[in-house]
């Protein structure tokens, strides 16, 4: 099928762009973008033009901040192209449930990705919790914002020279901290036996920022989770669970998992070949795979928290 | 049938008792509250022991700040009771989504309740905007909080003197100015024809509070709503919608009703009665009516929105 990216920065560069080329099912044949394109591939820097001069394209995958999305992705299930979404998949929940009726109506496929879903410690640890009562768990989720939310534009040429830092982040949209950390979420509520509830928060902001650079969430009053993008050195993602039968350590965002003691046994970390992979099913099967979870418990987490100011913050 | 209240603060004594005890369907037995009884009404301070104790009761409803709902809720609906929830339902979305299930796991009706929209001008105001066009709206949403959100627990004694602030409001799970706005958002989700989401929101906080004293909203791009709880004087609950055919006027929280200029008569505003007449007709037709809409983008405004900070408020 052929397929266009939409947004290409950091992400749609490091993964969306090797996997699709890597991938038979898909021919990537243009991306838009107000700036970025990749080398060999048609690009467009206007939606409308893209949409009318290229009626070859069957599905669009959406790699830009949430809070641009809404209009395109509903021009674009109106012309009759599929829809993919990267996490997060929208700004907002409303947005969400207005897509996914959308996408229904016009009988097309819609897919929010949450890549970390597909690390290869998450289907084992979500078996293994299946039939256990969860007691407590901490979850970890620290990097540092300026190692892996700064884009090198000149990546490519190798010339090495104009970075651009991710400020949008901090805008309205971004959901600041939970960037990163609703990757530890969606681990969450896909690997939890129970539903997730946040029953309470706490979110940071720099002086300077309207979206939060740390926050510590505890969910059914048990799991304490806590993210922080000020975090110097090597990043943090791991989970620790503690059930009533035994133990479960998931580290490196789910691409190391060891069970009592024990490291299982993972092979590769293949995240973005696997959605690209469920994306050809999805449309295949006529179907949609719509999970707004995650992004709800990011809103509750806003909705309820209290707030802290913390010294400003600048790349 | 037997009801019993959960909560017995302002809104309970107000609206809801009245509304019972007028009311053929029902017959209110009991009160679970901390603080505050009915006078003739059997009390309870322990919702355990309220449960064991009364298995002559069908139907809770609910009027405790929305925070500390959810574990009783659960219970009542696995003891086998019909739950009716005050608006705002639940403190968060995850919260509403797991009660909607286990309402339908164990059979009973839930109802969340949006007294507003039982007001007199929504359902004539709906039919008229059905085939218009929205070109804008303008939603005010001004009152004193000393004024709607101070109890007087001495009330019914006549002795007048014990005065409870709702510091709960800025507590997490208050929502702040959305306690009352969300009656306003309530309504914006009842009469417009098309689906709404959040594009654009601010929030002010009080240096000394955790949730938002004003707010401004903005809608689908078009509809302005401003809310605010620092408003001195009488308050101001009104929406002015111009469409392509014409403008409409809502007053005083959908109670008063202007069409092209034109007042029409709307008879007397009955916002608790129907709800009531509306749970009985829930738990006959075996059915629940759960509406997240209101709180969704609430929880959107918080996700989305932008911070200031004003000076401290004290009650």
Same mark, same amino acid.
């Given at each position: ?21 890597? $991938? ?38 959406? !790699?830009?901040? @949430? ?38 109506? !016009? ?28 007691? #407590? ?13 700064? $884009? ?6 190798? $010339? ?23 990757? @530890? ?46 975090? #110097? ?46 994306? @050809? ?26 707030? #802290?100011? $913390? ?5």
């Amino acid at each position: 099928m052929n397929i266009a990216l939409v947004g290409v920065g950091k992400i749609a560069k490091a993964q969306h762009v090797p996997n699709i080329v890597a $991938s038979d099912a898909w021919d990537l044949v243009a991306t838009v973008a107000l700036e970025g394109t990749v080398n060999g591939i048609d690009s467009y820097t206007n939606f409308d033009t893209f949409l009318q001069s290229r009626k070859d394209v069957e599905v669009v995958s959406f !790699c830009l901040p @949430a809070i641009a999305r809404f209009d395109y992705a509903v021009k674009a299930l109106r012309s009759g192209l599929h829809v993919m979404l990267e996490k997060p998949p929208a700004a907002t929940i409303a947005e969400m449930n207005y897509l996914r009726d959308f996408a229904d109506e !016009c009988g097309r496929t819609l897919f929010t990705t949450w890549h970390s879903q597909m690390a290869p410690g998450v289907r084992p640890a979500k078996k293994w919790l299946s039939d256990k009562v969860i007691k #407590e768990a901490s979850v970890r989720w620290f990097e540092d914002i300026r190692q892996f939310h700064v $884009s090198n534009l000149d990546e490519e040429s190798g $010339s090495g020279g104009t970075k651009r830092n991710q400020d949008w982040i901090f805008e309205p949209g971004g959901i600041g901290v939970f960037d990163t950390g609703i990757n @530890a979420i969606s681990i969450l509520t896909e690997i939890m036996p129970n539903g997730l509830r946040v029953t309470d928060a706490s979110l940071v902001y720099p002086e300077n920022r309207n979206q939060p650079i740390a926050a510590e969430l505890v969910l059914n009053s048990t799991i304490n989770a806590s993210f922080n993008f000020r975090h #110097e050195g090597p990043p943090v993602w791991d989970m620790h669970i503690t059930t009533d039968q035994g133990e479960i350590f998931l580290e490196r965002s789910a691409t190391i998992l060891t069970i009592d003691g024990k490291k299982i046994d993972l092979g590769p970390s293949q995240e973005y070949a696997h959605l690209y992979k469920r994306m @050809a099913e999805l449309i295949q099967a006529g179907e949609s795979e719509v999970n707004l979870d995650p992004l709800v418990l990011v809103a509750d987490a806003f909705m309820l928290g209290t707030r #802290e100011v $913390s010294n400003a913050f600048n790349f």
